[in-house]
């Protein structure tokens, strides 16, 4: 069930543990070390770009004479490379391009608005949820591990008020939100029934004020399990239809706070591997979202479902602009990221010889040339929450870091048909008739 952490008061046992190190809040993204906001300059990174070049070459090579690539499929990735490549990493973002940074968001104030993260527990959405608190936020986890989310949201609240001897207290940055509310909820967005649970109790925390801002993030690149518990096929569960259903349950909320106070965000993260879908954009029936399984790659299955979170926002944002509504519904990809979504790799790559050395490969050379979680987080707070945004009405719309508005897949993007048709598959799958 949803409850709400006091400031500095969890339970003994969840904070002992996070100080001890016991509790994993994910990768790169260490709230009780987090660098101080009113710091907008990016750490350095590491300056082994040349080693990591030469090395993805004889990945590659090894990928293609194996059979793992094709010809055909490293001519698609090239023809995208352009829209690929715009804030990629940091490598090939220079710091004068960032268009939003931490100096603009700590002018932002959100007290008295609440906000629902999903899979807030670590990477992105943990540094999401922790810069949205930071501005006064009434902030809700949403995520699949309870004692992972109380760990998170007793990590931002010390991070938040400095209590419990955390660096922060009174810092700038910290501006009205010393008494932010922190609230958790059970959320898998791989279940139907978790989500309908978790969408009630958003409701009955949000009651009166509505909900300001909702973020959509909770996924994962790969599964090992065919179908979720509702047959539908895992990854496209997890990422997008749970995420189609939540939004549904929670729109009459956020017309509710447009209204209230002018407007409301929903960001939808997806990916650039949207880019990677299969020729025909996206399954369009539930045998065949799970027999596409069994003939495209594990990365086309996951673009299927970035690439549908994309369709979604595109027609989401149709509607609401038709009905005069003051919801902003945008998409964002963080770019390339330490996160512990990587620990996936080896469903991508094979546990086999070529497979662990890639991904050895990859931890030690590519890995650290990514962004961290903190400095991916900025695209997604900067639809979330900038003034920018709202006051030009900007819904619809797709981004790469650093706040960087791009053309989405020109293949599919651009088709309303298929648009339309995966909205329709969306509310099949969710029993909606909407």
Known sequence: PAHT?????????VVEKLRQGRVVLGEASDPLRSRSRRESKPPAHSTRPRAACAVLAVAAVILLASGTLSIPRVLQWASSFQTYSVGHSPAVTPRTSWRYDFERLARVDLSEQVVL??????GIDYATALNLARQGAHVILACRSPEKCSAAAVAIALNVTGSEGTHGAGSEWTRGAVGARISIMTLDTASLASVHAAADEVLTLAMGGGLDILVLNAGVLAS???????????????????HHLLLAKLLPALDAAADLRGSASVVLVSSHAHLQAPSFGVALSREDLLAARHSHSVLQVYGMSKLAQVLEAQELAAQLNARGSRVLVNVAHPGAVQTNIFAQLPL??????????ITAIFDWVVKPLFWTAEEAALTVLYLAASEEVRAARLSGKYFHPVADEQLPCRTHATNLTLQRAVWRLSNELCGLDL
Do not use: K, M, Q, Y
């Not at 952490?5 to 046992?13: E, F």
């Not at 090992?224 to 239809?241: C, K, M, Y």
């Not at 546990?351 to 662990?356: A, M, Q, T």
């Open 117 to 122: 993260v999903t899979g807030a527990n670590a």
């Open 224 to 242: 090992a399990e065919l179908a979720s518990e509702d047959g539908i096929e895992s990854v496209f569960a997890t990422n997008h239809v749970g």
């Open 348 to 357: 991508l790559l094979g546990v086999g010889l070529l497979g662990r050395a």
């Open 5 to 13: 952490l006091s400031p500095g008061l969890a339970g003994p046992r």
